[in-house]
């Protein structure tokens, strides 16, 4: 009896085989929805809703078009005041700030001389990793941000500050206490061993691979152009290295859900929104650096593109993908309500970001036109086949998907995630590169 089954659910795989499935068309998918539903999350910092369609009418990004296409995108509405660790929590939880607890980059509780950079155990809603861990399920996330020190999950955490502990940890390899402090960047520490070598050194990322950035290479010699230089050369490294540990990770451990989480758009954004835009900044600019700069931003979301579709390559035909950003970005003269001589740090951020999703049974070719960054755990949790809690403060983006899907997995709901455990403590967990996280922010303008 067993053997007959055996050989009969045989010959459906080859008559699938035979028939040939379509991953991600947009037809009738009732047939060939898979079992074992996974979603890869890509999450783009700063990218913005209104460039990115531009570049992709100029046949900039064939892998968002892709998406465009063969799957739903659109604006994806942010919250002000546009603060990314609260907004990447609010996606990671389905939830406001008001309830998750996460706020800025720093925490300043009054008592210490400096304010702190937000830690994991401070927030105070479930989060997608959890949330899985909980049902059974298993996640990957890779540089999501406030994930330090990273929790306990069936499957990965490697944090946000895993990927600065990678510099810092390479210029002082005689100190053995540094390898005992990263253990909390990452979990399992086990992993730690074999992350290293992913590493894409910024200082081994040879000039042609950056060029591809820059207007022209005439004023490689200036001092300034050197540093920016410098500044984008960290900006690509540290993108190649996520890249990298996903590719790696997505291999060795594969997880139900994947996170990744890119820097870059928002980083060229903030350094080179003035080259690209001199006349929204009123302070003095080199000839050299407008010339050198002002094509960075656009061509670093090309590189982005790449990137997602080296990503979109990995998944297999059971796999959603979602590319999500935190906010827009309106560069130096600010948002609409913005006074002021020239917009820096949250103040450049705007409401529309992006969201792209493809996969089994979600429609083609959909405009997404009502969706905010709350949406994402929900939809998420609902494309895994798992119950969307009643006190997350997003929806399903059902609208996006076929009928087939909805079928197939009804949306359910239950009351709640939240355990009502006590909060894991009211004070930021210091990290061993909480200086350099300041020093980030105060270039960025985000601090004083
Ligand atoms: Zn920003």
Known sequence: MKKSILVLLGLIAIAVAVVGFRPWSDGDTAGSLPGEPRVLLIGVDGMDWERVERLIAEGRLPNLARFQREGAAGVLRSIAPYRSPSIWTSIATGKTEEKHGVEGFLVDRGHTAIATPVSSNLRRAKALWQILNAAGRTS???????????????????????????????????????????????????????????????????????????????HLDDAEVQSLLAEITRIHASDLTKLALAEHLTRTTPTDLVAVYFRG???????????????????ELSPETVETFAPA????????????????????????????SDHGFAGHSGRADFEGEAATGFDMHREEGVVFVMGPGIAGGFD????????????????????VGRDMDGRVLTEIMEPALLELRPVAEIATYESGDAPEGEEPIPSPVDDEIREQLRSLGYIE
């Open 265 to 283: 758009v928002d980083l060229a954004c903030h350094t080179f929104w003035r080259h690209m835009e001199p006349e929204t900044w009123p302070w």
């Open 368 to 387: 997404v036109a009502d969706a905010t960054v709350l949406d994402i755990a929900p939809t998420v949790l609902a494309l895994l086949g798992l119950p």
């Open 297 to 324: 931003i656009d061509r670093y979301y090309e590189q982005t593109d790449a990137i997602i579709g080296e990503l979109v390559e990995l998944s297999d035909e059971s796999t959603t993908v979602i590319v999500c």
């Open 140 to 218: 990957g996330f890779i540089g999501w941000l406030v994930t330090w020190p990273a929790e306990e999950v069936d499957g990965y955490i490697v944090s946000s500050s895993f990927f600065r502990m990678l510099e810092w940890d390479r210029r002082e390899t005689e100190n053995q206490t540094h390898a005992g402090r990263m253990a909390r960047a990452v979990y399992p520490p086990e992993l730690l061993g074999e992350m290293a070598e992913f590493r894409v050194a910024a200082d081994s990322v040879p000039i042609d691979d950056v060029a591809g950035y820059l207007g022209t290479t005439d």
